[in-house]
């Protein structure tokens, strides 16, 4: 009897529920096929691919997929599997901006009883994420291993290079201006000054030293990076314009380590262009200012957080060369470099380092167009400023150079 009274309440609730809307609704991807056209899309699904989700009904399933895809996987199989899901498994997608995506997904084939027909139930998420993770684990592996191997190489070299340098130089305290070996060991100690520079990239990208971060102005860092450069900028013909953002909070970095990322930025950015040409630089942030008043009748400026964490971004932009779309995948791998002279290390150790500050910096660049990079560098607490001067708002702030 209690059983009769239960399944009576069961299928009230059935007839009532809206599995339709729950489905809707899901986080999860869904998307229902026929034999050869998408049927149903939710809202997860259309919003993953870029698509209002009836922009994708009536599609053909297989314009979904990229067409190297398509060589290697048959649709049709897909799509007429009766018996058995297919288990789970990964490939690709194409969004509506034809980004390639690569999803996890699973497949249910299911008897449509009004269709008297059967259709697929494709479930999927999007792997973009978690591939990124797993590559850049495989790089973390590698590097530790490159690491020892450098640390150990630079360590043996060093020692017999300073034994070089010493007898150049003490043969050259016996010889005059004019004689021919002179200029050998005048030559010899300079080649060996340009390999010492060259251990000390490698070791310091072997074994970073650990940040002693404090609170900085990143508009004083980068104002003291362009006194330093200043002079190669002119002989290079490169302008240098900035457009600072007044109310820029303190970043909590090592400056020593944020400079040296800055210097070789700026530096990569004139070698970009030969000719001449304009390195803009710009720092704003996610934090947002307002006046508030205090007890005691005065104002000051109080930061809140547009965002999980406060983060101060600079932004470095040349008009260079750019980097083509193949050499832009490698650019932070070690030793990878498009320089003729270059030893490959630059950006590896500008990872390390921002890394280690508890930052982020991230490259774009398209060939024959220019280079963009952003840092991304945490703001210091608490997030308050002065009180601005009469006259002063909370607008823009430095322009130009």
């Known amino acids: 009897m209690k059983s009769s009274v239960h399944q009576k309440e069961v299928k009230k609730i059935n007839e009532k529920m809206d599995y339709k809307s729950i489905i809707q609704n899901m986080n999860t991807c869904v998307i229902i096929t026929d034999e050869s056209r998408i ?107 490159l690491s020892q191997i450098t640390a150990g190489l630079a360590h043996e070299i060093k020692n017999p290079l300073a034994g070089i340098k010493t007898s150049a130089q003490v043969l050259e ?80 970095v090592d400056e020593n380590q944020i400079e040296q990322v800055l210097m070789n930025v700026f530096l990569n950015a004139v070698q970009a262009m030969p000719n001449g040409g304009v390195i803009s630089v710009s720092a704003n942030t996610n934090v947002i200012y307002k006046e508030e008043k205090t007890g005691l009748g005065e104002s000051r400026i109080k930061g809140t957080i547009d965002g999980k964490e406060p983060v101060v971004y600079v932004e470095i932009e040349d008009t260079g060369s750019g980097i083509s779309k193949e050499n832009s995948e490698r650019i932070f791998t070690p030793f990878f470099s ?27 660049s398209e060939e024959g167009r220019g280079t963009t990079v952003i840092l991304a560098l945490p703001a210091s607490f608490p997030l308050t400023l002065p009180s601005p001067q009469r006259g002063e708002g909370l607008g823009e702030g430095d322009k130009g150079q």
């Open 39 to 145: 049927v149903y899309v939710n809202d997860a699904a259309g919003k993953t691919l870029g698509y209002k989700s009836s922009a994708l009904i009536g599609r053909e399933f297989a314009s979904l997929f990229p067409v190297q895809e398509k060589r290697h996987f048959t649709i049709s199989d897909f799509l007429t599997i009766r018996d058995k899901a297919i288990p789970r498994n990964e490939l690709d997608f194409v969004t509506k901006d034809k980004r390639v995506i690569p999803i996890g997904f699973n497949v249910t084939p299911f008897f449509d009883c009004k269709a008297k027909s059967y259709v697929s139930i494709i479930t999927f998420r999007d792997l973009t994420d978690i591939k990124k993770m797993e590559n850049y684990m495989r790089q973390i592996d590698r590097l530790a291993i």
């Open 173 to 252: 305290e016996g010889l005059k201006a004019d004689d021919p070996r002179f200029q050998l060991t005048v030559r010899i100690v300079k080649e060996t000054d340009r390999i010492d520079n060259l251990l000390k990239k490698f070791f310091n990208f072997a074994k970073p030293s650990e940040p002693h971060s404090a609170n900085y102005d990143i508009k004083m860092i980068i104002d003291g990076v362009y006194l330093l450069l200043s002079h190669q900028l002119k002989n290079n013909k490169v302008t240098f314009n900035k457009d600072f953002s007044k109310q820029t909070p303190q970043v909590f």
């Open 338 to 364: 498009t320089k003729k002279d270059g030893t490959g290390l630059g950006l590896s150790i500008c990872r390390q380092l921002m890394l280690k500050n508890n930052g982020e910096i991230d490259v774009t």
